[in-house]
């Protein structure tokens, strides 16, 4: 079977050199990616995706966003790099990166328009979102025109979590403890960005707006019958605004935008999540994405198996495809 990985991150070696010399990258990010070789050594990562026949991937920046590593003064350069780093990268191996996704400045919203521009002209597949911009909403009139670029290019949005150790769990602390802001947090993250997309009305704006939600959706397929009931009740539980009003104004039922949405497979290879997200999102609308190179072996092994998991589900050889590469094809606009 061949696979197109949707969903996996790579640091093209300048953008790589410039996140280790920002502040963050001189703390616990630094720690991190260094011991990751497949995440910014070409050489490595090649090795890697070499052990998999009929296999490619669809590169994106591994996290942070850009706007949690510089400010607007610097992010807009900073994007530009990535983004023309990664698409050198695809014209030197096409046969093993069929596309990539690129970044903007979230930060400089007007900035981030005119990137996600040029990036398509200059053949970038997708755009890589995180769920927050270094904690402010995803949803805000200022980012409103980026969505029109995205959704007048056709390209989709691929919707990575990225909430933070500030981002704390309770009110008394100041920052999340024991790595549960992303262990934890990233999937309640997702599902909370998916939402702001549909009450802010950014999909009744923007009806053909693609976005792939990646670890298959976060928390959303596991709490279906709370999205489907509780968001059919919105409002009764509110009485100091119009929640009820705004539901009866969308032109959907919330439960059935949340179903139009895209998700990647990127589960860390494990079977019964992967079963109930593909029930709950179809075949149509799921692609699959390994998250390469964060796994225990620094990356094969989510690849390996993610791949395992997909075989081990009965479904119909059709269905299969699409899962593993036809849904890709179509999504990204690649071969």
């Known amino acids: 079977m061949r696979y197109i ?6 640091n093209p070696k300048r953008y790589h050199e410039q996140v280790l010399e920002s502040p963050l990258g001189k703390k616990d990010l630094g720690k991190r990616v ?6 910014w050594d070409l050489d490595v990562r090649l090795k890697v995706v070499e052990q998999f026949p009929d296999y490619t991937q669809v590169l994106s920046l591994g996290m942070p966003m850009l706007d949690r590593l510089w400010g607007p003064d610097q992010s807009p350069e900073m994007a530009k790099l990535a983004n023309d780093g990664l698409a050198e990268v695809v014209a030197k191996h096409p046969d093993r990166f069929v596309g990539y996704s690129c970044v903007v400045p979230m930060n400089a919203p007007e900035a981030a328009a005119k990137e996600a521009e040029r990036a398509f002209k200059n053949g970038a597949h997708a755009v890589q979102l995180g769920t927050n911009v270094n904690g402010k909403p995803i949803d805000g009139k200022e980012f409103w025109p980026l ?7 056709g390209k989709p949005i691929l919707l990575h979590p990225a909430r933070t150790r500030e981002m704390h769990d309770y009110i008394n602390e100041d920052k999340s403890k024991y790595e549960i802001c992303s262990v934890l947090g990233w999937p309640f993250e997702t599902g909370v960005a998916l939402s702001r ?4 009305k950014i999909m009744d704006t923007y009806p053909k707006l693609k976005i792939i939600s990646h670890h298959l959706g976060g928390v959303i397929p596991y709490l279906e019958g709370r999205v489907a009931h509780s968001f059919d009740q919105m409002g009764a539980r509110t009485s100091d605004e119009d929640y009820e009003g705004l539901r009866k104004s969308l032109k959907k039922r919330p439960y059935d935008y949340f179903k139009d949405f895209y998700a990647d497979t990127a589960i860390e290879g494990v079977r019964a999540p992967m079963v109930c997200g593909i029930d709950f999102f179809g075949t149509d609308h799921v692609l699959f994405a390994s998250d390469c190179p964060f796994d225990k072996e620094k990356g094969p092994g989510y690849i390996r198996s993610t791949i395992a998991v997909l075989e081990s589900i009965d479904m119909k050889p059709a269905d299969r495809e699409k899962i593993s590469y036809k849904n890709a094809q179509a999504i990204f606009g690649v071969k």
Not at 5 to 10: E, V, Y
Not at 34 to 39: F, N
Not at 147 to 153: H, K, L, P
Request: no cysteine; aromatic share 22%; net charge negative.
């Open 197 to 200: 997309f549909v009450f802010s």
């Open 5 to 10: 990985d949707a969903f996996n991150h790579f």
């Open 34 to 39: 260094r011991g990751i070789p497949a995440l």
């Open 147 to 153: 969505y029109e670029v995205i959704e007048r290019s």
